[in-house]
Nanobody, 133 residues
Framework: QVQVVESGGGLVQAGGSLRLSCTPS???????????MGWFRQAPGKEREGVSC???????????YYADYVKGRLTISRDNAKNTVYLQMNTLRPEDAAMYYC????????????????????WGQGTQVTVSS
């Protein structure tokens, strides 16, 4: 059974930082780096939106995607040895407050991931990020 577990959310003041972590388990078709990993968020009353993703794009490089509204403030990374993906969030704004979800899909090789939700097969339950002004 696949489980995707997010952690690291919490309450932070505007301008502060948080690092979210996501560790999936039970993913079929190892290795982990053959999975694209994405972060999405959903604020109350709004639709869920893509924030960032990371996927293996060649034998030696990762491709990363960022939504325009987080570019320069958020950084996605992965530690394949730990089967974990991170989202470092800096200079947080009140509008960043949301439930953040981690998701995965199997690329089977190399791919350029996107923020399109329909591409992702496996989803976590989310971790709440609250930003006070």
């Amino acid at each position: 059974q696949v489980q995707v577990v997010e952690s690291g959310g919490g309450l932070v003041q505007a301008g502060g930082s948080l690092r979210l972590s996501c560790t999936p388990s039970g993913l079929p078709g190892l290795p982990f780096d053959r999975y694209a990993m994405g972060w999405f968020r959903q604020a109350p009353g709004k639709e869920r939106e893509g924030v960032s993703c990371i996927s293996r794009s060649s034998w030696s490089a990762d491709y990363t995607y960022y939504a325009d509204y987080v570019k320069g403030r958020l950084t996605i990374s992965r530690d394949n040895a730990k089967n974990t993906v991170y989202l470092q969030m800096n200079t947080l704004r009140p509008e960043d407050a949301a439930m953040y979800y981690c998701a995965a899909y199997f690329t089977g090789g190399y791919d350029r991931c996107t923020g399109s939700q329909g591409t992702y097969n496996y989803w976590g339950q989310g971790t709440q990020v609250t930003v006070s002004s």
